[in-house]
């Protein structure tokens, strides 16, 4: 067997070749893969959008049951911005306002007489634990599940009232 060096040539220009090839195709992956866990890392929180009460699938203990309640949620740079508005047992129209954050930074609710501040602690995007104040006092923890498909979203309540009754509230919420 004979090895002319154009053979050499022709067989070190194959392996330069297919080291190209190995590197634009590494590239591409790494470039596909960083785009993919980018675009991931923004996907929207499901939070997000218009919520409906489900009087009929919701409990309150020890109540009142509120006729209705809408919950609008609403992106904001880095917060959502979060209002509620609805109908108490009594007739009465309710509104509130409060901004979520998942940093942990104790955020002002306005509206609610049962609450002025709370934490939130998010566990996934799906769930999260949230920490309800008055006056500085911890009354209730509050932990909210998104379902899978985004349609559902419960939470769920437990702790005491501002009159010191014991809280256990399941509201279920259905995305408009």
Do not use: C
Not at 28 to 50: H, N, R
Not at 149 to 166: A, I
């Amino acid at each position: 067997m004979v090895v002319t060096a154009e053979g050499r040539r022709d067989k070190a220009e194959g392996s330069r070749q297919k080291a190209k090839r190995a590197l634009v195709v590494g590239t591409l992956a790494a470039i596909i893969v960083a785009l993919g866990v980018s675009l991931a890392a923004q996907a929207p929180d499901p939070i997000l959008g218009t919520w409906e009460l489900n009087v009929a699938k919701s409990r309150f203990s020890p109540g009142p049951t509120p006729r209705s309640q809408t919950r609008v949620m609403v992106q904001d740079g880095a917060v959502v911005r979060a209002t509620s508005k609805g109908i108490d047992s009594s007739g009465n129209p309710t509104s509130s306002q409060w901004t979520i954050t998942y940093d942990g930074t104790e955020q002002k609710i306005v509206g609610n007489p049962e609450a002025d501040s709370q934490i939130l602690k998010r566990i996934d995007p799906f769930h999260t634990e949230t920490t309800i104040k008055k006056g500085g006092k911890v009354l209730q923890t509050a932990y909210r599940e998104i379902s899978k498909d985004g349609k559902t979203m419960t939470l769920t309540f437990k702790g005491v009232n501002s009159k010191g009754q014991t809280v256990h509230d399941v509201m279920v919420f259905e995305k408009r």
